[in-house]
């Protein structure tokens, strides 16, 4: 039965560069006492929506928890630029609040889960957040440990944008991303997913070059220092594309990250990573279609138990 109840708590943060600033906690209608937690991170132009995750958690006896981010979704305010921010671990405050409130009332270790660019503070949090040792497991579904861009890009535009941005701090580029990902989850073009499309415009929020700069930044720190000693699992498709228009395969593909770069960058998190490609997946693989993400849940919770 699909759950249409979250219960949402508004979490009130320090204020920032822009003013006040509130985070989300979601917490599934299902839960029950005595089981083991688990929080979920949402990736860039992304809030929580994905419902039937936390379904599959329940089902397989876990307690579910997602945040909706600063700036994101739920937590976004008018006087705020959308998906901001000028260091990875600004997000630190709102996971530390998140489980200090969820384990008051489930006091054991918890399973850390983050897409995409909730997997790159997921990855960073767990090797330097307050609360790093309250999580047993990590699951990274697609996780954004590199850019998908050129080498001339690599070589330039990534160094610029410090640069530019130490400038001009809210300078972006304006329209980042492709509309065809949107269009491949969107229940009004090909997908079956319905959503919020001022959470999560089809073309995404301006890129915002204090953004590159902190995700580059974090990005790095994580191929020299990274020492996460709990097991990790690494979900990601076995494809990427780069297609300019609309086709099929971009149904069954990553056209978001470069899976080499996850699979490259991955077991560099950790001493304990399994890498696991599913065959057909999209970039958030919980996302493909219902057979391919029931074979991804399959995975998943073969690899919990």
């Given at each position: 039965?699909?759950?249409?109840?979250?219960?949402?708590?508004?979490?009130?943060?320090?204020?920032?560069?822009?003013?006040?600033?509130?985070?989300?906690?979601?917490?599934?209608?299902?839960?029950?006492?005595?089981?083991?937690?688990?929080?979920?991170?949402?990736?860039?132009?992304?809030?929580?929506?994905?419902?039937?995750?936390?379904?599959?958690?329940?089902?397989?006896?876990?307690?579910?928890?997602?945040?909706?981010?600063?700036?994101?979704?739920?937590?976004?305010?008018?006087?705020?630029?959308?998906?901001?921010?000028?260091?990875?671990?600004?997000?630190?405050?709102?996971?530390?609040?998140?489980?200090?409130?969820?384990?008051?009332?489930?006091?054991?270790?918890?399973?850390?889960?983050?897409?995409?660019?909730?997997?790159?503070i997921a990855s960073v949090y767990l090797n330097i957040g307050k609360y790093r040792d309250h999580f047993e497991r990590l699951i990274l579904n697609s996780p954004f440990l590199d850019f998908n861009i050129n080498l001339f890009q690599r070589l330039f535009l990534l160094p610029l944008a410090g640069v530019i941005s130490f400038l001009f701090p809210y300078a972006a580029q304006k329209k980042p991303f492709s509309h065809l990902y949107g269009a491949s989850i969107s229940q009004s073009k090909y997908g079956e997913w319905k959503y919020n499309k001022d959470w999560k415009p089809m073309k995404g929020f301006p890129a915002y070059y204090k953004w590159v700069y902190a995700v580059n930044r974090a990005q790095k720190k994580l191929r020299k220092h990274s020492r996460i000693n709990i097991p990790i699992l690494i979900?990601?498709?076995?494809?990427?594309?780069?297609?300019?228009?609309?086709?099929?395969?971009?149904?069954?593909?990553?056209?978001?990250?470069?899976?080499?770069?996850?699979?490259?960058?991955?077991?560099?998190?950790?001493?304990?990573?399994?890498?696991?490609?599913?065959?057909?997946?999209?970039?958030?693989v919980y996302l493909s279609r219902i057979e391919v993400r029931k074979k991804a849940f399959e995975t998943t919770f073969h690899w919990l138990d």
């Open positions: 039965m699909m759950i249409t109840e979250f219960k949402t708590t508004t979490l009130e943060l320090e204020d920032d560069y822009e003013g006040r600033v509130i985070a989300t906690l979601i917490e599934s209608p299902k839960n029950v006492s005595g089981n083991q937690p688990v929080l979920y991170l949402h990736g860039f132009n992304d809030y929580f929506f994905q419902t039937h995750v936390a379904e599959q958690f329940n089902k397989n006896g876990y307690n579910f928890f997602a945040l909706d981010l600063r700036k994101y979704g739920r937590s976004l305010l008018p006087h705020q630029h959308p998906n901001y921010c000028r260091s990875i671990t600004e997000y630190f405050e709102e996971i530390n609040r998140s489980v200090e409130i969820i384990q008051k009332d489930h006091d054991q270790k918890m399973i850390l889960i983050g897409h995409s660019t909730g997997g790159l979900l990601h498709s076995e494809r990427s594309v780069r297609p300019d228009k609309w086709k099929d395969i971009l149904m069954r593909s990553d056209m978001v990250l470069n899976v080499d770069h996850i699979r490259k960058y991955g077991v560099m998190l950790g001493p304990k990573v399994t890498l696991e490609p599913v065959n057909d997946a999209i970039h958030d």
